[in-house]
T-cell receptor, first 113, second 111 residues
Framework: QKEVEQNSGPLSVPEGAIASLNCTYS??????FFWYRQYSGKSPELIMF????GDKEDGRFTAQLNKASQYVSLLIRDSQPSDSATYLC?????????????FGAGTRLAVHP | ETGVTQSPTHLIKTRGQQVTLRCSSQ?????VSWYQQALGQGPQFIFQ???????GRGNFPPRFSGLQFPNYSSELNVNALELDDSALYLC??????????FGQGTRLTVV
């Protein structure tokens, strides 16, 4: 079982719609969760992080965390073609006295006009 | 703009050669982590340096080594390059092991 799982996509949504990206993780001890956006050929860009159960909103982005279900999601409202990218879910893992990020393989989002 | 700068942005090496990648951390960040991202995959943790000491390592062989300097800049060295080492190498800096900000990455191609 992979430690962080995401649907690879592509997830195709029309412009203006809500895009819903999902991620599950296996380490119940994880405390911090991150969403990165990665355009083709570029490095990942941090767009959201969430530590507590519930929702966290930042502009058009909402991160949702459910620790009991080991599930984190990212909603993008009013999707724009410029949102087309790969979205990486990352989970903080504390082991051996240090923290590291464990990434999923990413979900490719395509927003079409 | 994250304030994390990596160099070079691209390079091509021959199998068996050695390579050094560099990272300049964001001001005030004392922790630097290196990740390898193969095509179509998520980044994989290589190792982490905190105050010039390696304090964590992922599942990578010893030919992957690193350094962190007093100004918190860092190097990743890879010896005896293999074709599978072709990837995007990412440096991330953080303070107190909070959220990680990546540099623009170094695209390494091994031929």
């Amino acid at each position: 079982q992979k430690e962080v799982e995401q649907n690879s996509g592509p997830l195709s949504v029309p412009e203006g719609a809500i895009a819903s990206l999902n991620c599950t993780y296996s380490d119940r001890g994880s405390q911090s969760f991150f969403w990165y956006r990665q355009y083709s050929g570029k490095s990942p860009e941090l767009i959201m992080f969430i530590y507590s159960n519930g929702d966290k909103e930042d502009g058009r982005f909402t991160a949702q965390l459910n620790k009991a279900s080991q599930y984190v999601s990212l909603l993008i409202r009013d999707s724009q073609p410029s949102d087309s990218a790969t979205y990486l879910c990352a989970v903080n893992s504390f082991s051996g006295g240090y923290n590291k990020l464990i990434f999923g393989a990413g979900t490719r989002l395509a927003v079409h006009p | 703009e994250t304030g994390v700068t990596q160099s070079p942005t691209h390079l091509i090496k021959t199998r068996g050669q050695q390579v050094t990648l560099r990272c300049s951390s964001q001001s005030g960040h004392n922790t630097v982590s290196w990740y390898q991202q193969a095509l179509g995959q998520g980044p994989q943790f290589i190792f982490q340096y905190y105050r010039e000491e390696e304090n964590g390592r992922g599942n990578f062989p010893p030919r992957f080594s690193g350094l962190q300097f007093p100004n918190y800049s860092s190097e990743l060295n890879v010896n005896a390059l293999e074709l599978d080492d072709s990837a995007l190498y990412l440096c991330a800096s953080s303070f107190g092991q909070l959220e990680a900000f990546f540099g623009q990455g170094t695209r390494l191609t091994v031929v």
